[in-house]
Structure formats: structure tokens, C-alpha cells
């Protein structure tokens, strides 16, 4: 009873040979017409045909406009800015570190905040007015140079060196402070230490 079902499908293949009746194709393909008819066919290329026209209407609008704006250059575009180069004052504005860019804009800002925070949490008192005063000889020295650096980009216009010493300045200011403020907290755990040692 256990036929190997190779050896059947070979044996049944070479018996029958299996045709296609001559009008299969014309059945097939009549058929095929009427399930798809031709109406929704050519509906389908005109509903393409709208939309390449409505592109091509879009592309040549907008090269009209682009060549409208090229041919006249005195008319300001979207990034045009128009500015007066003088105040009211007649002075020349002047230009600092963070008007050059973005990128420049946010390490001013990112220092001076940090500048100004570690300028805010220094502790003020009568054992450390010394120091202080010493760092902050410093700093101002520091801010007149930038002052310096500042009026050179103005008049120079900017250029690498300057806008790096400004960077360096600003960098330099706030390692200074970072140092004070170590320096300081140095001192009162010292203070600290010789109070604990005067109580015992």
C-alpha cells in the first residue's frame, strides 16, 4: 500500500499532457474587461493628467517669482534686514560678541549668567575682604581688557583673534571666580577647623 508519491506524480505526468484551449486567452482577457471597464481606466489618466498640470503651473509660478526677485535686487528678500547704522545720537551702534551669531550669542550668555551667579553666591564679610578685593582688582582689570577687546571688534570689524580673546576673557574671568570662591571656602573650613580647636 505505500507508494513512493514521487514515482505516481512522474507516471500520472507522462500519461497526461495537459492543454490550453485556443480560446482560453480571449476568454481570459474578455473577462478582465468586464471586470475593469474601461471608463474607470481612462478616468484614472485624466485624474493624472490634472495633477501634472497643477504642477506644472506651481513650478513655473515659482520661477517667475524667483526671476521677478533676481531682476530686481534693490527690493529687500524675507532675510534682508534694513537698519539704520546710526542711533539717534548720531553714534555708531556698537557691535558686542553675541550680535556676530547664534553659536557666539549663547557662550556670551552661557559665561556671563555663570559669571554672575558665582558673583552672587560670594559670602562678604570682615576676614575676607582682602581677598576679595584682590580677585576683584583682577576682575576689573579682566573687564577693561574686554572693554578693550570690545572697541577693537567695533573698529576692526570681526576676525578670529579678537572674538578668541574675548571667549578667553570671559573664560578667564570665571576660573578667576571659581578660584575665589575655592579660596573662600578654603578659609572657613580653616576658620572652622581652628574654632573646633579653641572649643576643645
Known sequence: MAQDLRKMFEKERKEKTFR???????RFLARLDAELPEQNQSQRKTDYKWLKI???VVVLFGLGVYFFNASNPDIPGPNDQIVDATDKSGQVPSISLGDLSPDLKKIESYYVSNINLELSELDFSEDNKELIDG???????????????NNELNSLGPNDQTINALIKNLQLRLQLLQKLKSKLNQLKSSKNEQEQSDII
Open 135 to 149: 580677585y576683584m582688582e583682577q576682575l576689573s582689570e579682566l573687564d577693561s581688557e574686554y572693554k578693550a577687546l
Open 54 to 56: 497643477a504642477a506644472a
Open 20 to 26: 490550453m484551449d485556443k480560446d482560453h486567452e480571449l
